[in-house]
């Protein structure tokens, strides 16, 4: 397990219920690092100015998302306001945009940015049968994402099989396999091992999906595997 650190990439989501709150976690994350979710979602009074001030305040790579509730988000207000703040992401050239599968299926043509594209699918119930996942990449292939990511909610070991098969998946180069909850945390730790482009760790108790590891952790056994 040795020189694994240049294929380690934690990524660690911020929030915020107002701007301020927002600018100010963002600010202490980014000092610890080196990379960032920017989960827009959780500003209550989220206004497009504030997009500007996020994308000048943020000097670590990052992946910009306004998430629906049914997708794991906070995002309360309606599906058009919503659908243009991702768009103002694209048009603002925000690094990477995470846009959900169902979002693009929905709203074929207005996502038009030349930044990189992240696709992304969630189940919180279940993972999927292969057939199934096999399908719902297909469909994420056609909209020629720079990354796929794949999230799953991890019932038994069968599952944890089946998203290390889609990690070595040769499909797509850069995908992200993920299995959400307290049995999927493996995933967490030997995705980027497996050939997952990053992994999401907490900072300091705050955690955007069920089963994520806390950052400071997550170093600590990346550093002794590097032993």
Avoid at 144 to 163: E, F, M, Q
Wanted: charged content about 30%; some cysteine; overall charge positive.
């Amino acid at each position: 397990m040795k020189n694994i650190k240049s294929k380690i990439r934690i990524c660690v989501p911020v929030t915020g219920k107002n701007l301020n709150e927002f600018l100010d976690n963002l600010k202490k994350i980014q000092a610890v690092a080196d990379w960032v979710e920017l989960r827009v979602d959780s500003i209550e009074d989220l206004k497009k100015k504030d997009l500007f001030t996020i994308g000048t305040k943020t000097v670590r790579r990052s992946i910009f998302t306004c998430r629906s509730r049914d997708e794991g988000g906070q995002w309360s207000k309606d599906e058009k306001t919503r659908v243009t703040i991702l768009q103002n992401a694209q048009i603002l050239g925000f690094e990477y945009v995470d846009i959900e599968l169902k979002t693009l299926e929905n709203q074929k043509s207005v996502f038009l940015g030349k930044n990189k594209l992240i696709v992304s699918y969630h189940d919180f119930e279940k993972t999927p049968d292969k057939r199934s996942l096999d399908k719902i990449i297909e469909k994420m292939i056609k909209f020629d994402p720079s990354i796929i990511k794949i999230a799953t909610k991890v019932n038994r070991y069968a599952d944890i099989i089946g998203l290390i098969q889609l990690m070595v998946d040769k499909r797509i180069k850069d995908k992200i396999i993920i299995g959400m909850g307290e049995k999927g945390l493996i995933t967490r730790v030997v995705g980027p091992l497996f050939g997952t482009y990053l992994t999401f760790a907490g900072y300091k108790g705050r955690f955007s999906a069920p089963g994520q590891m806390e950052f400071s952790e997550l170093k600590k056994i990346y550093k002794l595997l590097n032993r």
